[in-house]
């Protein structure tokens, strides 16, 4: 199984953007599913965006229009292009791959933070 490490968070002003970039340690060509979670502060996971092998892409409504995940297999990357962003998109942002096992581990992440 890959090992993904996610980069690219940091502090933002409301209306900004950001992009996330998730790094593999091998191959995600075979990968049918990929996708990006959030936790907030208090708050529960929540899946923000995911992007099938094919290129498939689905978000929820909160953040539909704002963000687009995209992945680049010939560099094992997937990334997470987020636009007009909101104090409420504060959160710690995570790469996985779909579907996720109740005993895999989350890592660290990257923080995101949406503040004037």
């Known amino acids: 199984q890959v090992r993904l490490v996610e980069s690219g968070g940091g502090l933002v002003q409301p209306g900004g953007s950001l992009r996330l970039s998730c790094a593999a340690s091998g191959s995600i060509f075979s990968i049918n599913v990929m996708g990006w979670y959030r936790q907030g502060p208090g708050k529960q996971r929540e899946l923000v965006a995911t992007i099938t092998r094919g290129g498939t892409t689905s978000y929820p409504d909160s953040v539909k229009g704002r963000f687009t995940i995209s992945r680049d297999n010939a560099k094992n990357t997937v990334y997470l292009q987020m636009n007009r962003l909101k104090p409420e998109d504060t959160a710690v942002y995570y790469c996985?791959?779909?579907?996720?096992?109740?005993?895999?581990?989350w890592g660290q992440g990257t923080q995101v933070t949406v503040s004037s």
């Open positions: 996985k791959v779909l579907p996720v096992g109740l005993a895999d581990s």
